[in-house]
């Protein structure tokens, strides 16, 4: 109120200013006009002496134009012309008006005992020569009372308006502060209080005024929930004297483990990707196992991630040395990037990594694509991420690095040049073919060097340990101990060891959300795809050709031949994210898959269904879950797979230990979930049997198969994955011979092939 009243003070102050000058210049202008009718005959008679033909002029000016009375002042002499209501006291008063305008026009108000008068005081002359001066006298009532009057109507105006203004700003107050503010508190309230069987709503009731603070509370209240479910998850397990890993105690595990060592993961895609869009900054995770099972250690240690910059607005929040900490809510962990020119990216993933080792460790029948310069980009970032790594690492004692993937085979052995101290260990995540067939690549030696610079290399299965055992056995000369799974090579020890990856149970807010029977949630999600359909089969896979996607819809379309029954009743959704869409060989796969879908649909489906609803674009994990929980059945149909989370996704989902998997045996997963329909993807018949098999088994086969899938996908989780690798490597042995790592060709950018 006491601003809104004060600004409005000194607004009225201004305008009453404004108007009081409009009115005098208003009254001076007519005054004006008045002296100037009667100039002219004033001067006249002035220069003939005849006062009283002057004085009946003034009379008769003075009663024609309004004004209150007139008096002639002789610049000659003392003579004064007046008209008959001045009085002496007015003449004299008037003279003074005169004398203090010296010479010129002049208007000033004056106030007698009975009335404010205007005194206008104009010069008469003739030829240049000045006779004397003319006062008009006109009633200043107007003028003199016009600030008080104005200033009446201003106050009361100011009052309206502070009340008005004030009424408005405690109802907007009100409807967009405190009636927003009060439901912030209820919600918040009702979190802490925790009502039985509510969650609450991912984010607070209120609008964006209080956005920032939303999103603050959101994650706040997020992560309260988290620990909340991951305590009642601890609380049963220790009742039921069970020992499942969770992320906090991963968490405790690895800081034991690394006893104070610095930990650096190094990975080709980061965990946090920076866009900009709509001219701001956007924060985006991918869906990645990695991140799930990796973030945990890092924030357990306060590491650091080495990883390739992929996003466009990625510069613009590193520090001076390419490093930020993450995540930006509550940052425990640096993210340091590296870049890459345009020409390293396509030589490097999309050339070496992806058309060469990619189908070479896959086999897929596709062939693999090796070339010179993409080579040459391949060992410029290995050396890229080597020279990183080595000023991360500056400064720590016997640092542990756990090095992601194929992207790196020449890594470990450029960081072991440098530190030899570092405990270096490489998961490769994708299969590791026999010697015969990894003998195709022209670099197959410097591979295989590089990679047993690492003390530790893990697999998936037993049966890629084996692999890459007999194929450094057969392409190096070294010492491969069968027994105890070790590679001797220039006086360095490596351990390869299978360390099966897994998944984490699905967030348990996502879970909540999920409560319906799934008979109802398949029925909303067909209605939602537009699809009248009785069963709901998925697939959940990137468009890739070792997928074994066409495979899987033979198949499909093989089960509606031999059961025709089915035909109206059965849908099979297939998601699949667009995936190296730069690639030729990926466009190809990419048509075939939507060519094949069209022929199929288009021989059996009808105006309200259709067997395959294939959606091409990427999907939220949160997505994911409602596809995977209304589905009677998932088909994994991998032609080749170090894993495929895929299937234990699927399997961790299903809370309600229903649905059927059917899953390839050339998934490294089918090692593991042995109640899941293992089938041969090339084998039409035989997944058509599958899917057969699938949705006419009784209620409790079906429930026993995925009870004991889920009670081992839960069992053996992500963080035992990643607590069971970290241990091996800090535990690792440290013998050191005299004989040296052999130094490799200093860490510089190599010359790329014209």
Request: charged residues 25%; aromatic residues 8%; negative net charge.
């Amino acid at each position: 109120m006491v601003g809104v009243t004060v600004v409005s003070l000194v607004t009225a102050r201004r305008d009453v200013t404004v108007r009081v000058a409009e009115i005098r210049r208003v009254e001076t202008e007519r005054a004006g006009r008045e002296a100037a009718r009667i100039l002219p005959d004033a001067a006249r008679m002035m220069e003939s002496r005849d006062a009283s033909t002057l004085r009946a002029l003034l009379e008769r000016a003075v009663g024609r134009g309004g004004a209150a009375g007139a008096i002639v002042f002789d610049a000659g002499s003392d003579r004064v012309i007046a008209t008959d209501n001045i009085t002496p006291s007015l003449i004299d008063r008037t003279r003074e008006v005169v004398h203090g305008a010296e010479g010129r026009p002049h208007t000033e108000y004056l106030s007698t005992a009975d009335a404010d008068l205007q005194i206008t005081t104009h010069l008469i002359t003739r030829d240049g020569g000045t006779l004397g001066t003319l006062a008009l006298i006109s009633d200043g009532n107007r003028v003199v009372h016009a600030p008080w009057s104005l200033w009446r109507s201003e106050l009361v105006g100011v009052l309206w308006q502070v009340i008005t203004i004030v009424a408005l700003t405690v109802v907007l107050v009100r409807w967009s502060v405190l009636a927003p503010l009060a439901q912030l508190t209820r919600w918040m309230r009702d979190q802490r209080a925790s009502v039985a069987g509510a969650v609450g709503p991912q984010a607070p009731p209120a609008g964006n005024l209080f956005k920032p603070i939303a999103q603050e509370v959101a994650h706040l209240v997020s992560s309260l929930e988290v620990a909340r479910a991951s305590a009642r998850e601890e609380a049963r397990l220790r009742d039921a004297a069970a020992s499942r890993w969770t992320a906090e105690r991963l968490h405790a595990h690895v800081q034991k483990a690394l006893a104070g060592r610095s930990l650096f993961v190094i990975s080709n895609r980061e965990p946090y990707i920076h866009q900009r869009s709509n001219g701001s900054i956007e924060t985006l995770v991918p869906a990645s196992g990695l991140v799930t099972a990796l973030e945990p250690i890092l924030r357990a240690c306060d590491g650091t991630w080495i990883a390739h910059g992929s996003g466009n607005a990625d510069r613009e929040v590193v520090d001076a040395n390419d490093r930020l900490r993450v995540p930006v809510n509550e940052p425990e962990y640096t993210l340091r990037r590296v870049w890459l020119a345009p020409e390293e990216e396509e030589g490097y993933y999309y050339g070496f990594s992806n058309e060469g080792l990619w189908p070479l460790c896959h086999i897929a029948h596709t062939r693999p694509v090796f070339r010179a310069s993409d080579w040459a980009h391949y060992q410029v970032a290995n050396r890229k991420f080597a020279r990183a790594a080595l000023d991360e690492l500056s400064g720590a004692t016997s640092p542990i690095v756990l090095i992601q993937d194929y992207h790196f085979a020449l890594l470990p052995a450029l960081l072991k040049a440098e530190r030899p101290d570092a405990q270096v260990a490489v998961f490769w995540h994708i299969p590791w073919p026999n010697p015969e067939a990894f003998g195709i690549c022209p670099w197959q030696s410097d591979l295989l060097d590089g990679l047993l610079g690492a003390d530790l290399i893990g697999f998936h299965t037993q049966a890629h340990c084996n692999n890459f055992l007999e194929t450094v056995d057969r392409g190096l000369e070294s010492q491969v101990d069968w027994e105890n799974f070790t590679v001797r090579r220039n006086g360095h020890l490596t351990s390869v060891k299978p360390f099966p990856i897994s998944v984490a149970r699905p967030d348990p807010l996502e879970f909540a959300e999920a409560r319906k029977p799934q008979s109802v949630q398949r029925a909303d999600l067909l209605t939602s795809l537009g699809v009248s359909a009785q069963h709901l089969g998925v697939g959940v896979d990137r468009m890739d050709y070792t997928k074994g996607i066409v495979e899987r819809f033979l198949g499909i379309e093989r089960f509606l031949e031999r059961w025709p029954e089915f035909v109206g009743r059965f849908t099979f959704a297939q998601i699949a994210a667009p995936s190296r869409s730069r690639i030729q060989r990926y466009r190809d796969f990419e048509m075939a898959v939507e060519e094949e879908a069209r022929r199929i649909n288009d021989r059996f489906q009808t105006s309200t269904w259709k067997p395959i609803l294939l959606r091409r674009r990427h999907h939220g994990h949160e997505e994911i879950l409602k596809f995977y929980r209304a589905a009677d059945l998932c088909l994994v149909t991998s032609l080749h797979d170090g894993m495929n989370l895929v299937a234990k996704e699927f399997v961790a989902s299903r809370d309600d230990e229903d649905g059927v998997l059917i899953l390839s045996r050339f998934a490294g997963a089918s090692g593991e979930l042995h109640d899941a329909i293992v089938v041969n993807p090339y084998d039409t018949d035989e997944l058509a049997t599958a899917i057969h098999q699938a949705l006419t088994m009784s209620d409790l086969e079906r429930n026993d198969r995925m009870g004991r899938m889920h009670h081992s996908v839960l069992e053996n989780n992500v963080y035992r994955w990643a607590g069971t690798l970290i241990s091996t490597l800090a535990r690792s042995s440290k013998e050191r011979l005299d004989v040296r790592v052999p130094r490799h060709e200093p860490i510089a950018e190599v010359e790329l092939a014209n």
